[in-house]
């Protein structure tokens, strides 16, 4: 599995940290405030003070080419944009950038963003895929070709293993955890003679079109 990296813990970049940390991904988070470190230290891998901007940082935690880095400054787009040209250099292949507007998304991209969110604009999209494919409640996409992905099992899955369901040959997905309601409990990487009840929830990775087909 891959690691994430986000740089930024407004509330965009807080909830997708801790939202990636719960389904077992490794995590680093950066940002320049004391506080908000505090607050995501039991929700990342690491939790690092400093301003990523700084090129000194990012050699220091020694990122990788296959590391997702997804910044998340807000409107600050001379930061945005410094940090995604220094990333570009280091040749990271997956840059993800959260930006107000299309026209801060121009920019980004042309700097080297591989990915450019508006969250906005990925609410909406969020809200019309609920409505296509009802099973599937969340999306989170983790690079252009790979989102993890909350699914309500449908009842044809109830009371069955997750090796009779056969979700890789079948779908093309991954569980990498599935999520109690009724406790909240999360158990990471489940085992294939894990049974399926009501209650769980599937968290898988794979790509969009793929886990759209689970029903």
């Given amino acids: 599995m891959q690691r994430v990296i986000v740089v930024g813990l407004g509330v965009f970049g807080f909830n997708l940290a801790k939202g990636l ?14 506080e908000l470190l505090q607050k995501i230290k039991d929700f990342s891998t690491r939790a690092i003070l400093g301003d990523a901007a700084e090129k000194e940082l990012l050699t220091s935690i020694g990122i990788q080419a296959d590391d997702i880095v997804i910044i998340s400054f807000g409107e600050d787009l001379a930061a945005s944009t410094l940090l995604t040209l220094h990333l570009k250099e280091m040749n990271i292949k997956n840059i993800l950038v959260k930006a107000p507007n299309e026209d801060h998304k121009r920019i980004l991209e042309k700097v080297g963003a591989t990915e450019v969110i508006i ?7 969020k809200v019309a895929k609920g409505l296509i494919s009802p099973n599937v409640l969340d999306f989170l ?3 252009e070709d790979f989102t993890i992905s909350e699914v309500a099992p449908p009842a044809g899955f ?9 979700l890789r040959g079948k779908y093309h997905v991954e569980v990498i955890a599935i999520r109690d309601v009724l406790s909240d409990k999360i158990q990471l990487v489940p085992r294939a003679d894990f049974v399926i ?19």
């Fill in 21 to 34: 940390y719960e389904a077992g991904i490794e995590v680093i988070a950066i940002d320049k405030n004391k």
């Fill in 119 to 125: 969250p906005e604009k990925a609410m909406a999209s």
């Fill in 141 to 143: 996409p983790i690079s």
């Fill in 158 to 166: 109830l009371g069955k293993t997750l090796a009779d369901l056969r």
């Fill in 197 to 215: 009840k009501d209650s769980d929830i599937l968290i898988v990775i794979g790509k969009e079109a793929d886990i759209q087909k689970i029903q």
